[in-house]
């Protein structure tokens, strides 16, 4: 028990005073402006869709045979 408890707490302890905090700076290169800004348009989710019908499975033989290479192996 002694040394599943040293397994999890000696990584624990020893990330903790690695670690540091971020430094959080405000930045002025970029004023409070909305000029770069494009609004944002409305696009329908389902705008490109068609309707498609269940048809029935062509021969397999003609499309295998169409996908074949040309001239031979």
Avoid at 45 to 63: N, Q
Avoid at 64 to 72: L, M
Wanted: net charge positive.
């Amino acid at each position: 028990m002694k040394h599943l408890f040293l397994v999890v707490a000696l990584p624990l302890l020893v990330s903790g005073c690695a670690a540091s905090l971020p430094e959080v700076v405000a930045s002025t290169d970029h004023p409070d402006s909305v000029t770069g800004i494009r609004p944002v348009r409305y696009q329908n989710p389902i705008g490109a869709y068609t309707h498609r019908t269940p048809v029935d499975p062509k021969p397999w033989r003609g499309l295998n045979d169409a996908q074949a290479p040309k001239g031979g192996a």
